[in-house]
């Protein structure tokens, strides 16, 4: 199914919502120009689109005891390819991940991790990764600062 074009209204509505998901509709209509009930009729179109997947929230990693965080990318081996999915699902499954991005590259994946301390991130690494049998190699580098672009 085509998507639709996006004009100038749904544009400023999604940059409003990716910097504050909660904000009220009434303040979006106001920043937009819109009333309410066309505001809200736009957001739930984009919704309805596909073009907004998800509403979320951050978590300050530390707050809820996950303050390390690492990326791991992860290499599988050339025989393994047709695992790519059955890797990704498992990743899903894993409390420690925050989130995945499957690769062109050298390496096939990168994993974001959270984790308590670095035994919890060696742990998952070497015991969760590391020991899949379509893994090739890891290498994990821990994140100082983790921020957004637009």
């Known amino acids: 199914m085509p ?4 004009d100038d209204v749904d544009r400023r509505l999604l940059e409003l919502l990716r910097a504050d998901g909660r904000r009220p509709n009434n303040q979006l ?22 073009v907004i997947t ?3 929230v951050d978590l300050d990693p530390e707050a809820v005891g996950d303050p390390l965080q690492a990326l791991v990318s992860v290499r599988l ?12 699902d498992g990743l899903r ?4 991940v925050a989130q995945f ?6 390496e096939d994946f990168v994993v974001h ?5 670095t035994a919890h991130l060696r742990d998952f690494v ?11 190699a890891t290498n994990t580098s821990l994140i100082f600062e983790h921020g957004r672009g637009r």
């Open 54 to 56: 998800r509403f979320t």
């Open 93 to 96: 499954q894993l409390p420690e």
């Open 113 to 117: 991790v959270r984790a308590r301390d």
């Open 29 to 50: 209509a106001a920043a937009v120009g819109l009333s309410p009930s066309t505001c809200l009729a736009r957001v739930r179109a984009l919704v309805a689109d596909g």
């Open 77 to 88: 081996r050339p025989g393994a390819r047709h695992q790519l999915t059955t890797f990704a």
């Open 126 to 136: 070497t015991d969760r990764i590391s020991t899949q049998p379509m893994v090739a």
């Open 3 to 6: 998507r639709r074009t996006l």
């Open 101 to 106: 991005f499957y690769l062109a590259g050298a």
